[in-house]
Each structure stands twice: as C-alpha cells, then as structure tokens.
C-alpha cells in the first residue's frame, strides 16, 4: 500500500555455526598469494581514505589489441578459516566439514568471460560484482596477471556463506511483532538455487510461505522464480521466467510474470487499525527489452510489454470505512532505462567491513502505458513512473545520494491523477575517521486522490523510531534522521561485525485541507542502537537492535520507550 514500506523481516536466526562468523576484509582475503591465510588479519588502511574506497587495491593489466585470457583459475574459500586461532574450533570444523561448497560450474555461470576470449578488465570488474551479489557468496575478487608472451591469467577467488539456516525470526518495531520458523537453503546442493518453507505471522496474517528461487537455470542465464503462501486471510502465487538483461553489455532481455494474491489489509489511525478490507489481485505481464551503448559509459535499455491488472475489494465483518472500487487495468507500455557505469568499490557506508559496489552514476528508469476502457472495461487510465538516483563526492570524505520517485495514474473519467505518489530522498556522509561517520537523511513524500485502499503513512515501521506504526496519516509527510556511526573493528562471536549509532528522528504527516485527527504536529524521538552484520550468513543483512524514546508524546498509550529488533539492508 501506498508508501508503507513493507514491515521488518528479522532473521534473528539462532547461533549455530550454521549462522556463519568472522568478516573478513576483502583485500586481506582476496590476494595473489595461494597461502591466503596469513593475509587475513585486519589490513590498517590508511587513515587519510575517508572517501573508503577500495579502488586502488587490486589493479588489473590494461586491455591491448588481441590480448586474450588465456586461463581462468578458481579459488574457492570455505565458510570459516581454521588456520585462524579464533576460528580453529571444533564447532567452525564441523561447519566448514558439512558444507557443501559452490559448484565450480556455478561460479563459472556467473563470469562474463571464458578462457580465450578478448582480454577486458571492464568484464572482470562487472563479473566481480555479480559474484558478490549472489546470496551464496560473502565476497569475491578477480586478480589478473600477464605472461611473458602478453596473455593473460585470470584468477576468481570466492568465499562461501553457509546457507542452510533454520528461520527463526522475530522482530519489534512500533509496538507490534512479527516472527517466522522454518527452514531456507541459498545453496541447494551447491548449485546456487534457494529453497525455502516457513510460517510467519504478523500485525496482519499468519500463515505459510514456499519459495524456489533459480539465478541461472541449468547454468544458463535464464532465471525462475516459483512462490506461494497459504494465508489465514488468504492465498498468494507467484511465477516469473526471464532472461534478464544480467551484464551492461547484453543486447536484450524478455520474460513473463504471473502474480495472484487474496489478502486482508488494514488502515490505520494512530497506529491503529480502525478498518479493514479483503483485497484480490491479478497480474500476468509479459516483455522484451533491448540494449544499446551510448558512449560515455552510458547504457540504454528500451523494454516493450503487456500488463493485465485486475484489483477487486470486498468488505469483512471488520469494515468501517469505504472500500475502493474494483480496478481492472490491461495496456502496453514502454519503459526505459539509462544509467552510467561508474562504480566503485567501498566500505562502510551500508554495511561494516564489506566489500560494497557503489554506482556514482546516474540510474534513471521512466515508464509510460496507456489502459482504454475499450479493453478493460473500465475507465481509460495513462500509467506513468519515474525513478532517478545518483551518488557524489563533493570531498575527500563527503558523499551525497539523491533518489526521486514519481508514480500512479491519468484517470479519464475523472479528468484527474488517480494515486499519484511522488518522493524524494537526500543523504548525506561525513566521514571523520574510517569508523566513525556523520549521517543524515531528509524524505519528503506527497501524494494525491488516494482510493480508499492507499495510506500515506509516518511511524515507527518508515522512520520514526520512537512511535508506533503508522502513526499519522496525511497525504504529504516529511522526516529528517540525523545520526552518529560507529563502524567498531570487533567480531561478536566470530559471527557478527559489530556497529552502533545514536539518533534523532524529525518527521510529521499530515493533510493540506483537513485534521488528520494527530493534532499535526511535529514528532521527535531520540535513541541509541547496536548493528550486527553477519559475516557467514545473510551477508549484506544488518540486524538493528535500537532503543527509541518520543519527545513529544501525543497521546498516553504512547510507550515512553519503543524497542526496535529489525532486520534491514542498510546500515
């Protein structure tokens, strides 16, 4: 619904050694020397990199007319180091014992070169970061080397994550839970696919949920994606096969979705849930999309498709409110991206001590469909969205990220916009030594002509730490985070990074023409909170334990503290 951010997922899975340890730098895993072990210690960067980047780490030969990859050697490293004293226990022997170890073929699947292709060192930096996007890996570097007949050695190294992990979650954020039990394999026989079962409940439903999750079908490039819930308030299926575009260099890319889901949803009020609604829909949608380079290190990707939407609504014995009309939605559309290749590795920024691939470019995604009543039977709607993003250094240690969204509907009928959302987000670092760092964060939000099953909401879930869940209601909202970080050098268990931050949050929602019933005002919280980044499972995860506390109380129910256990992607 609308802009509220689905709630936290926390997988605070038990401590097993099959809930992973120790992050390793990637410079002092991934290095030219085969004795590897004795380059993992901490390498002390030098302090005057407070940009945190990880360029200059890991030069590669430059690229000349027919120098060819003449062999490509790979260096699988197991979940926990044992040649490490703090590692070299019974429990993390076992755990490196039972692991099954990435097939070699998968890791191959991935690379964007083979053995006598044209030399690119482009494709290999490209390739590395696939390699540390795939959940089955914490990290990954590819060193090259020149012979003396001017070919050229490539060596992949990779480290594995251990990925079959009982899912036993549970999280805390605005007053209410969630938790989840089951079972989740990132890395089915070593093969890359993802299995998971597990029962969740939260504010809103309990029930069951299955996922098959494929990256590289048969070791191809083509992609599957299988889930389906069975819910107390209902059931969900979801089905999608592609061929994505999965390199900047990819001439085209096609795929079909089909996605059902029958659910309850609620709206709130003070954190409340004061109505509720039965909620269908339907989507089956189908594409292609080609790819062009246009100099400069920009990409263009052109995608043509075709979406059926249909949304019906029905009334429960908890229905206080109106429920929307039925929508029914069936178009073509076009949709483009461009985007800039400028990535560059870094480190604490989004998580503690990892190798992270930040893109300074530009990224700007734009769609545009046309639904006639004629074929849906139903009012004559454009569809429109706009995304862009970009990252900059304006210093040595002073980075900016901007991200504006814009989307929702041209509803003929009613000669109007119809859920029209629209956001922009500012960050801000100061970095004042490679551990600690200044952060701050401006979101404004507006949106307009709502139906009766969009909220735009502001609370504890998106923000605002100190109150409840979507506490105020408003159709424009605002908030402002102004936080301290501390990226601490210590391995909690040799399970965990370990990192803290103090906070202040800002932030209101509210109507243009009417009370939103929370007397409009401002609501401040302050609080204190620990981040734990598993090392050796959900790498790329952080587990925020925080601890909030409202300024400004509106109402008594209001607890004086709120406790947060969330699982985020961020920092």
């Known amino acids: 619904m609308g802009f509220k951010q689905s709630h936290f997922v926390a997988r605070l899975i038990t401590l097993l050694p099959v809930c992973m340890a120790a992050n390793v730098h990637a410079e002092q895993l991934f290095t030219d020397d085969s004795n590897y072990c004795q380059n993992q210690r901490t390498l002390k960067s030098q302090d005057n990199n407070l940009r945190r ?16 990859i003449a062999s490509i050697e790979l260096e699988q490293l197991n979940v926990f180091n044992t ?15 039972a692991h099954m170890t990435t097939e070699p073929e998968v890791i191959h699947s991935v690379l964007l070169f083979e053995e006598g292709d044209i030399y690119s060192p482009r494709k290999l930096l490209e390739s590395e970061r696939l390699l540390r996007k795939q959940g089955y890996l914490y990290d990954a570097r590819i060193n090259a080397k020149l012979d003396c007949d001017g070919n050229v050695h490539v060596k992949v190294i990779t480290r594995d994550l251990w990925t079959l992990l009982p899912e036993i979650s549970f999280s805390r954020s605005g007053g209410k839970n969630e938790s989840s039990i089951g079972f989740r394999e990132s890395n089915f026989l070593g093969w890359g696919k993802r299995v998971s079962f ?16 494929d990256p590289h079908i048969f070791s191809s490039r083509y992609q599957g994606r299988l889930e389906y819930s069975d819910n107390d308030d209902g059931k969900r299926h979801y089905i999608d096969v592609s061929y994505p575009f999965f390199s900047i260099d990819t001439p085209y890319s096609y795929g079909a979705t089909s996605y059902s889901d029958q659910r309850r949803e609620s709206l709130y009020y003070r954190g409340d849930v004061v109505s509720e609604f039965e909620q269908k829909t339907l989507l089956n949608r189908a594409y292609f999309g080609h790819s062009s380079q246009l100099g400069n290190n920009w990409t263009q990707r052109i995608k043509l498709g075709i979406e059926n939407r249909e949304e019906t609504f029905k009334e429960t014995p908890f229905t206080r409110f109106p429920i929307a009309e039925d929508r029914t939605l069936s178009y073509p559309y076009v949709s483009g991206q461009w985007f ?11 998580s ?3 190798t992270e691939d930040l893109n300074l470019g530009w990224n700007i995604h734009a769609l545009l469909g046309y639904s006639s009543k004629d074929f849906s039977d139903d009012a004559s709607r454009t569809i429109y969205s706009l995304s862009l993003s970009k990252a900059h250094y304006s210093g040595d240690n002073q980075l900016w990220r901007f991200k504006a969204d814009l989307d929702g509907y041209w509803n003929e009928e009613i000669d109007d916009v119809e859920n029209l959302f629209a956001s922009t987000q500012l960050q801000y670092y100061l970095n004042t030594t490679l551990r600690q760092s200044w952060y701050a964060k401006v ?3 507006y949106a307009e002509n709502l139906t009766a099953d969009k909220q735009l909401t502001i609370g504890g879930e998106n923000g605002l730490r ?9 159709d424009r909202s605002f908030l402002v985070t102004l936080e301290k970080r501390y990226y601490w050098e210590y391995d909690l268990l040799q399970l965990f990074k370990v990192g803290g931050a103090a906070f202040y949050d800002i932030g209101r929602a509210w109507y243009n023409d009417k009370d939103n019933g929370a007397n409009g005002n401002v609501l401040q919280n302050v609080g204190i909170g620990l981040r734990l980044a598993p090392s050796r499972a959900n790498a790329g995860t952080v587990i925020h334990l925080d601890i909030a506390a409202p300024i400004n109380k509106q109402d008594d129910d209001i607890d004086s503290v709120q406790w947060l256990v969330t699982v985020k992607n961020t920092f």
């Open 53 to 68: 980047q990880l360029d200059a780490d890991n030069p590669l030969p430059d690229a000349a007319n027919n120098r060819k």
């Open 83 to 97: 040649e490490l004293e703090e590692e070299n226990n019974f429990l993390f022997r076992f755990a490196n014992r």
């Open 198 to 213: 597990t029962r969740t409940r939260d504010a809103d439903r309990t029930g069951y949920l299955f996922v098959y999750d």
């Open 340 to 350: 800039e290749d400028h990535y560059v590795k870094v480190r604490n920024f989004d």
């Open 352 to 354: 503690i001590y990892r």
């Open 443 to 445: 979101r404004l939000e």
């Open 466 to 474: 100190g109150y409840p869940l979507d506490y105020q209601v408003g």
